[in-house]
């Protein structure tokens, strides 16, 4: 049944749409242990006829992306999400034999899709974790790992009921919800750092020479970190309004030209309401605005109010030139930036406060505004693969990050900054209220040689339970080291089934671009825990 009912939604709607079944374990789970008592059905038999649905949604692709959103991201994957585990709406731990057969399956065929996520509240037996860990181990980039006892948290802030935020979980990349009966859109990516571009040019856009934003002042006359930072938060708030106005414009568009009679027959309330599942017929109807690059936005900040501001070690004028000319001819500055300043993911309350900072005002730009549905815009930190675009319309960024490069994803430290281990980099986060998001993604990559023992996958266990237990959302893996990386670049042929985590999905390594690619290899090496 599930089966046609993703047919007749991904026929009707854009392929891309993360269209997927939730708690898919706990649905089977009562099926599965009725035709299990009754002798109708083997474990083995129960495993197959799973395989057989992975496969089904693997061999169904998303249509090619064209224009902007191909340059933004070339996958092909439909961002399909098989939620397992978690909790039940009565609070139980959700966990059964169904769920510990799909790691079975996700283990053994890894292929791209579907995608799929393990849910590890406090409840959740450790014995599942283990499993999971083993699997995370493989080396395809998932299963991603989610919060229960934060995100119910944060669907109960928005307004859920306690079942009904139980029951929600991750619809696509990071991005949470009440199945079933919400229809939870995201309106686009905020290039943060690119706000803070603007706002070091007085309201023009370097890269384009346009005006993109309003008059707050030159920095180069700014006598003070604050000042600094009153005109950041000022352009923040005008970009986001602007944002509000043409998303909620959007939004009439789909409601009137663009309505989803078949999805909005098997969404709550929309029958009842006699509304479609764009026009406010769902039980909740949420936006999200999804922000990205927190890491490099910190650590350009955290430059300029350490070097321009406390130490004067350098002027606003010899920062900014050095920038406008992509650090030509100034390597001294940049290597001073990139290694005498303290940057987010490290523990560092000189970053981690700024970070919390400008975390703090995301939420006050965004958090509550209505929109046209009868529901609320909300903050997520997901970037997908857009923070690889967004840094190829910038220039380049105080914190010594070149013209083009990647910026940082989601809540992850930028690339190469988190010197301190993964330890610290979740110290870091956790500083952060996840339950004031509807997300929050976190990449890390380890060296294979990590996780070769039992007892190393039983640490990464505890590494998850340890960010989980400080409050974090969400963290996934890459376990492949740089010389692998660079090898099936140069031998593609060698490496057809290598799958990475890009962003909330994994992604054969031979079809992505050299820009993804790139940003994938350029990320932080582990070595420890």
């Given at each position: 049944m599930y089966w046609f009912v993703h047919l007749g939604t991904i026929t009707e709607l854009n392929g891309w749409d993360a269209m997927n079944p939730g708690h898919f374990d706990q649905h089977l789970a009562a099926f599965y242990e009725a035709e299990i008592a009754a002798g109708t059905l083997s474990r083995e038999q129960a495993k197959e006829l799973l395989c057989c649905f992975w496969i089904k949604v693997n061999n169904h692709t998303a249509p090619p992306k064209v224009g902007i959103t191909a340059r933004e991201s070339g996958t092909y994957n439909d961002f399909t999400n098989i939620n397992i585990g978690g909790i039940t709406g009565e609070g139980k731990d959700g966990v059964s034999d169904v769920s510990y057969i799909m790691l079975e399956v996700i283990e053994e065929l890894h292929i791209l899709q579907p995608g799929n996520s393990v849910h590890i509240s406090s409840k959740t037996p450790d014995r599942f974790l283990h499993a999971a860990c083993k699997v995370i181990r493989q080396g395809h980039g998932y299963p991603s790992v989610f919060n229960p006892d934060v995100y119910v948290t944060e669907l109960l802030r928005q307004g859920k009921s306690l079942e009904d935020a139980r029951e929600g979980g991750c619809s696509g990349c990071i991005e949470v919800g009440a199945f079933g009966k919400e229809a939870f859109l995201l309106t686009g990516y905020l290039n943060v750092p690119k706000v803070l571009e603007i706002t070091l040019n007085n309201g023009?856009?370097?890269?384009?020479?346009?005006?993109?934003?309003?008059?707050?002042?030159?920095?180069?006359?700014?006598?003070?970190y604050d000042q600094l930072y009153e005109a950041f938060t000022r352009q923040l708030n005008f970009i986001v309004d602007t944002k509000v106005r043409v998303s909620n414009y959007i939004d009439r568009m789909f409601a009137k030209y663009a309505p989803a009679p078949f999805l909005s027959v098997v969404i709550d309330d929309c029958i009842s309401k006699g509304k479609d599942y764009y026009d406010g017929g769902p039980r909740y109807n949420t936006n999200y605005i999804q922000c990205t690059g927190l890491g490099t936005t910190t650590d350009s900040l955290s430059v300029l109010k350490k070097h321009v501001f406390e130490e004067q070690k350098f002027s606003m004028d010899q920062i900014l030139d050095a920038v406008a000319k992509n650090f030509e001819g100034e390597e001294f500055l940049r290597q001073t930036v990139l290694n005498k300043t303290p940057f987010f993911g490290n523990n560092d309350e000189h970053a981690d406060d700024i970070a919390l900072q400008i975390y703090a005002d995301l939420l006050e730009a965004i958090d509550g505004k209505p929109n046209v549905r009868g529901g609320n815009f909300h903050l997520n930190m997901l970037s997908t693969t857009c923070h690889i675009y967004f840094g190829k319309v910038m220039g380049a960024t105080p914190n010594?990050?070149?013209?083009?490069k990647s910026i940082s994803d989601g809540t992850s430290p930028?690339?190469?900054?988190?010197?301190?281990?993964?330890?610290?980099?979740?110290?870091?986060?956790?500083k952060l209220d996840h339950t004031m998001s509807g997300g929050t993604l976190l990449n890390q990559r380890f060296l294979p040689s990590l996780l070769k023992r039992d007892e190393d996958i039983t640490k990464l266990g505890h590494l998850i339970r340890s960010y989980f237990t400080l409050g974090g959302h969400h963290i996934q893996f890459n376990i492949v080291d740089t010389a692998t990386l660079k090898a099936a670049q140069k031998c593609p042929e060698d490496y057809k089934d290598l799958l990475v985590r890009m962003a909330g999905y994994s992604d054969y390594f031979n079809d992505m671009?050299?820009?993804?690619?790139?940003?994938?290899?350029?990320?932080?090496?582990?070595?420890?825990f």
């Open positions: 023009i856009d370097p890269v384009s020479g346009k005006r993109a934003g309003i008059d707050v002042g030159d920095p180069r006359e700014f006598t003070s010594g990050r070149l013209a083009g930028s690339h190469g900054a988190d010197t301190h281990g993964p330890s610290m980099v979740i110290q870091s986060l956790t671009n050299v820009d993804l690619q790139q940003e994938v290899i350029e990320r932080t090496e582990n070595e420890s």
